[in-house]
T-cell receptor
Framework: ETGVTQTPRHLVMGMTNKKSLKCEQHLGHNAMYWYKQSAKKPLELMFVYNFKEQTENNSVPSRFSPECPNSSHLFLHLHTLQPEDSALYLC??????????????FGQGTRLTVV | GQQLNQSPQSMFIQEGEDVSMNCTSSSIFNTWLWYKQDPGEGPVLLIALYKAGELTSNGRLTAQFGITRKDSFLNISASIPSDVGIYFCAGNDLEYGNKLVFGAGTILRVKS
């Protein structure tokens, strides 16, 4: 069993659809993240949750809506996306401590294609 | 937001050669991390560094946390075809709220 599991692995959706990405971590961590990775671009941090509270929204459009019901699960709800939102969406988790977070462990990602 | 300067952006190497890549930052880091990402997969942690000057190995990989705490390098010895992928450095930036920031990546291609 992998430490961070993302589902689905691949998703194709129309611009008027609503879908959700799911992430689950089995590492006992208290911080979870969503990253976006587009072709030929660096990893872009989208959202950070520490102890289930959102601590960062990196100017992400409202068509992306995160949800963190507990420290083990993280969702990314998608609606009315644009073709330029097509990318690999990565979830990660880490342990938040006083001197910063420990190393982050990533899921395998969801390859999203918006048509 | 803060980004690390990672170089080179890409490289071709002959199988069996040694590889070196590095990251620099204008601010002090608490940790340095090196990840590898295969196509269509998430990044996998290779090496984590926690102390200035620390030198750590993981098989053919060696990484060091710079004395100034503003740089790190990763060396791969005797490269093989499965070393192909994207290598990312990352670190906790003290001046950026201790957030984990990533370099842009080094694409490694091996000539077999």
């Amino acid at each position: 069993e992998t430490g961070v599991t993302q589902t689905p692995r691949h998703l194709v959706m129309g611009m008027t659809n609503k879908k959700s990405l799911k992430c689950e971590q089995h590492l006992g961590h208290n911080a979870m993240y969503w990253y976006k990775q587009s072709a030929k671009k660096p990893l872009e941090l989208m959202f950070v949750y520490n102890f289930k509270e959102q601590t960062e929204n990196n100017s992400v459009p409202s068509r992306f809506s995160p949800e963190c019901p507990n420290s083990s699960h993280l969702f990314l709800h998608l609606h009315t996306l644009q073709p330029e939102d097509s990318a690999l969406y990565l979830c990660a988790s880490s342990q938040a401590r006083g001197q910063g977070n420990t190393e982050a462990f990533f899921g395998q990602g969801t390859r999203l294609t918006v048509v | 937001g803060q980004q690390l300067n990672q170089s080179p952006q890409s490289m071709f190497i002959q199988e069996g050669e040694d590889v070196s890549m590095n990251c620099t930052s204008s601010s002090i880091f608490n940790t340095w991390l090196w990840y590898k990402q295969d196509p269509g997969e998430g990044p996998v942690l290779l090496i984590a560094l926690y102390k200035a000057g620390e030198l750590t190995s993981n098989g053919r990989l060696t990484a060091q946390f710079g004395i100034t705490r503003k740089d790190s390098f990763l060396n791969i010895s005797a490269s093989i075809p499965s070393d192909v992928g994207i290598y990312f450095c990352a670190g906790n930036d003290l001046e950026y709220g201790n957030k984990l920031v990533f370099g842009a990546g080094t694409i490694l291609r091996v000539k077999s």
